[in-house]
């Protein structure tokens, strides 16, 4: 589903990633990031995909670097982002990026 942001500017975190084989209890810290980001002040919306391969794309907006800053040290976060490093992904990417405009065709 794609989120709804307001009107940029805002941030966006796009977070591309390589799984690594097995769950190893991804899926149930997947779950959880996606119940705990809303609650983080000046958090905008999420969209995400994986292929079979297990290459994925979460693309997360914020209202600014501040809240991008504290959901990073967020506690929970931080334990999700080690167990990353350390178990679930053989390679990945993080960028940070303004939105300045913004395009859509919402349905038909």
Same mark, same amino acid.
């Given at each position: 589903?794609? /989120?709804?942001? *307001?009107?940029? *500017?805002?941030?966006?975190?796009?977070?591309?990633?390589?799984?690594?084989?097995?769950?190893?209890?991804?899926? #149930?810290? =997947?779950?959880?990031? @996606? +119940?705990?980001? *809303?609650?983080? *002040?000046?958090?905008?919306?999420?969209?995400? #995909?994986? %292929?079979?391969?297990?290459?994925?794309?979460? @693309?997360?907006?914020?209202?600014?670097? /501040?809240?991008?800053? /504290?959901?990073?040290?967020?506690? +929970?976060? /931080?334990? =999700?982002?080690?167990?990353?490093? +350390?178990?679930?992904?053989?390679?990945?990417?993080?960028?940070?990026?303004?939105?300045?405009?913004?395009? =859509?065709? %919402?349905?038909?």
């Amino acid at each position: 589903m794609m /989120a709804a942001a *307001p009107d940029p *500017p805002y941030l966006a975190v796009i977070f591309s990633s390589q799984r690594t084989e097995g769950d190893q209890g991804y899926g #149930a810290m =997947a779950e959880r990031m @996606v +119940e705990l980001a *809303p609650e983080q *002040p000046g958090f905008l919306g999420v969209e995400s #995909a994986r %292929d079979a391969q297990g290459f994925g794309i979460t @693309v997360s907006y914020w209202r600014d670097e /501040a809240a991008i800053a /504290a959901w990073k040290a967020q506690g +929970e976060h /931080a334990v =999700a982002q080690r167990l990353g490093w +350390e178990t679930w992904y053989s390679a990945f990417h993080l960028r940070v990026c303004r939105v300045e405009r913004e395009y =859509a065709l %919402d349905g038909r």
